[in-house]
């Protein structure tokens, strides 16, 4: 009775040889195809030798280490935080996302006037989009470099905002905090264009303001100047410790100050700014802009120096046809680059400008 069985497990399965022919054949066509695979592969190598051959180890190594020192978004502080949970650090706020452009995701927290509170309670984003067209005037943040929008200081002056009545959107640019992409000045600007006239699209009739701290000072004058050039200018823009320039700020930048004693290595490090197209040009921006233009700066600003914001109020205001749109207000010492907003003057000096070219 088991003579058939064992019969039939004498024979190979069709299946399996089907297998083996098939299998065969891959490696055949595979072999036949192994020379242009390594032929490709070789004229990679080949390309990328020649890219790096092509410009000498400081071409390679500056541009990305000045890259890494402007931006220093590598540093993503505080650490341990939910930046899709603004509510654990910041009462009455909604976090977002916005994509610019293919590849970029940029996270927004948008926190709504202190009056407003009880209304924002277990309220979703689309409230607080709608929001947006209550009258409260709004301010589109753009932080400074390195950290993140859940930084403690940039925390204090969302609240003390939304305390005087403003709606906050703080905006992480690309790879910062949680935002995807890589920084750079072109993509900077672009962000911030892209959150600006999102909120303009939302807002009716109730003002925009664009405001900028340090590093974001560079990327408020960019995306004003592209706006003013495309016929929009902004409602307003709000200067926080600016610079005239990157190229004249990284020289007085703490890590940088050393290569000041050093001419070629400081010429090297210029190089290498104008390699990476990091230029930040406020002083040439403001010359084009009509929109009301504030600037802050701290006496005892050892980060940004007085010198620099005064430098760029009289250029704005000297280039401006309407010379009450630009004001500059100087904090006394005790607040230093990023506490203006510690000060009691802060706030109504920012309320008293607005209001005014608001009217």
Known sequence: MDAPDCEAAAEPPAPACSCVAAWWDMVRRNLRSFPHSCSALGRKIVAVHRSFTSKSLKEHIFPRLMNMLIYFNCYKAPFLVDLKKPESKIAHTVNFYLRPEPGVLLGIWHT????????????DRCWYEAALRDGNPIIVYLHGSAEHRAAPHRIKLAKVLSDGGFHVLSVDYRGFGDSTGTPTEAGLTMDAICVYEWTKARSGSTPVCLWGHSLGTGVATNTARALEEKGCPVDAIVLEAPFTNMWVASINYPLLKICQKFPRCLRTLMDALKEEKIVFASDE???????????????????????????LYEIARNAYRNKERVKMVIFPPGFHHNLLCESPLFLRSVRDFLSQQWA
């Open 112 to 123: 709504v006037p202190s009056c407003r509170e009880e209304d924002a309670k277990g309220k």
């Open 285 to 311: 921006n403001v010359k084009f802009l009509s929109s009301p233009l504030l600037i802050l700066h701290g006496e005892d600003d050892r980060t940004v120096p007085l010198e620099y914001g005064k430098q």
